[in-house]
């Protein structure tokens, strides 16, 4: 047998190590078994086919969920805050480091070409310990030039499994601004909500006022007349001093309101003193998880996607800690000139380059590249158990925001037909008041009731409202009608 096909064997049994070597250098991710369910729920209570078929209609808005309440003003406000919001920015910024980090984790897996230059002039001592030739001169010159390459041999994929960390690492990150997109847009959408609310709220109570104030005027003039006393009169005036009153902690908490709103929209300070939020009217959309969409569609939830890319870099990382078993080989390799005169440096005599391999085996290093591994493997333990919790609460959040819009959906039903029956209670109560068949403290306890009724309707709409945003921020944004498949 010939030197060369002996060479050529040895080679290719060398390769196939390396290749076996490299195969065992970490294991390939897989995205963990799980026992989901198939779909979501048919229908929530109360609702019909009809309001179903306008659900999926609407709710093809996707990642703009808001659009659903047709309100041009919460629309701005919702760019405004992407756009200017400082948890965005930050997120933002954050991914951009991850991008930049891949990509210094994947130039190692690159040869390093470099330039040296030298130029030194040097005095020797001649008291030293050695003595020195008398034809060597004290002061020397030095000319050095040269081209330098390194590059170090991923046979075992440590470096390969290092840039697959990165690039899950980046996603983690992009997945991580989105969650906060996403959070930023709900709490937008809701405190937006609250603020319409409050304003809401302070009309029902300034009619309250004008109509008790109305009230007072009469009693005036009754009390001239002796059908009633000072001491009803007083009781009137304090009632309206109740309102009044009602009237101002309103106002404070319509205040905090639009300051935390303002906050959010990521507005300047000067703003934040002075600047008030714009109102809309938003609509109460009936929408509904419509029959047929696929429960794993959750899994695209921004939170569950960095969770899980997580847990896809901290497993790569596991093959980086094993590689560090294998030797390293490194190539080295110079080329250039080295001359005592500058003016020589690029002549043949003053050539010089060198290659040269290394390589270095881990022998001994008391169970530290074991423990490595060991610490990798637990850190990807820990994030598998993250990832599956955070996916069981994931589904929590769909079923608690599932029940809480069909039951905030039920609760303004009935505040609205309550509101109505006290409404027709109440002008019936003051007409007997004005007529005298009804005590005044008759017509307060209609009133309270009325009022009372009045706000609940208001806070039910407000609840409707944040339970159709909790639940497209369950479900991580909207769903397209393709995803919408009826099932068998």
């Not at 009137?236 to 009602?246: G, K, L, P, R, T």
């Not at 101002?248 to 000067?270: F, I, Y």
């Not at 419509?290 to 899980?308: N, V």
Request: overall charge neutral.
């Amino acid at each position: 047998m010939s030197r060369a096909v002996r060479t050529m064997k040895r080679s290719g049994v060398f390769l196939t190590a390396c290749v076996l070597a490299a195969c065992a250098s970490g294991p390939d991710y897989k995205r963990p078994d799980m026992v989901l369910p198939e779909s979501w729920p048919a229908k929530q209570a109360g609702q019909n086919d009809q309001d179903e078929k306008a659900a999926v209609k609407t709710s093809s808005a996707s990642e703009q969920w808001w659009h659903l309440y047709a309100d041009t003003t919460l629309d701005q406000l919702e760019d405004e805050a992407l756009a200017h919001n400082s948890d965005i920015q930050v997120a933002a910024a954050r991914v951009l480091e991850m991008q930049a980090q891949a990509g210094i984790t994947g130039a190692d897996q690159y040869p390093t070409v470099s330039a040296h230059v030298l130029q030194s002039r040097t005095e020797n001592t001649l008291a030293g310990a050695f003595p020195r030739p008398a034809t060597l001169p004290r002061t020397q010159n030095l000319s050095h030039a040269s081209l330098d390459a390194s590059y170090e041999l991923d046979l075992w994929g440590k470096l390969r499994r290092a840039s697959e960390a990165a690039r899950a690492d980046l996603l983690s990150a992009e997945s991580a601004r989105d969650t906060v997109r996403l959070t930023l847009t709900t709490q937008v959408a809701q405190q937006y909500f609250s603020l319409v609310s409050l304003d809401a709220q302070e009309v029902a109570l300034q009619r309250l006022l004008a109509s008790r104030q109305e009230r007072i005027g009469l009693n005036r003039k009754q009390l001239e007349v002796g059908v009633i006393s000072e001491y009803d009169l007083h009781q009137a005036e304090a009632d309206v001093a109740a309102v009044q009153s009602q009237l101002s902690s309103l106002d404070l908490a319509r205040n905090k309101q639009e300051t935390a709103l303002t906050l959010l929209l990521g507005r300047s300070p000067r703003d934040v003193m002075s600047s008030s939020v714009q109102r809309g009217s938003p609509l109460l959309p009936a929408t509904t998880v419509p029959d047929g969409l696929p429960s794993d569609l959750l899994l695209r939830r921004p939170d569950l996607k960095d969770a899980e890319q997580r847990l896809v870099s901290l497993n790569a990382r596991i093959g980086v800690a094993r590689a560090q078993y294998f030797p390293s080989i490194s190539l080295t390799s110079y080329v250039g000139g080295e001359s005592v005169a500058f003016s020589d440096l690029f002549t043949g005599p003053a050539r010089i380059f060198q290659f040269a391999a290394n390589v270095t085996q881990p022998i001994f290093n008391a169970g530290r590249l074991g423990y490595l591994v060991d610490a990798a493997e637990a850190r990807r333990d820990q994030a598998l158990i993250q990832y599956k919790q955070a996916v069981a609460n994931a589904f929590g959040d769909v079923r608690n925001a599932l029940a809480a819009q069909d039951s905030a959906r039920q609760v303004l039903s009935y505040e609205t037909a309550r509101s109505e029956a006290l409404e027709s209670a109440y002008k019936q109560a003051e007409l007997r008041y004005k007529a005298g068949i009804a005590s005044r403290l008759e017509l307060l306890d209609v009133e309270r009731n009325y009022l009372q009724a009045q706000l609940n309707r208001l806070d039910a709409e407000r609840a409707q409202r944040s339970a159709v945003a909790d639940l497209f921020k369950a479900l991580g944004g909207g769903w397209q009608k393709q995803d919408v498949a009826k099932a068998p």
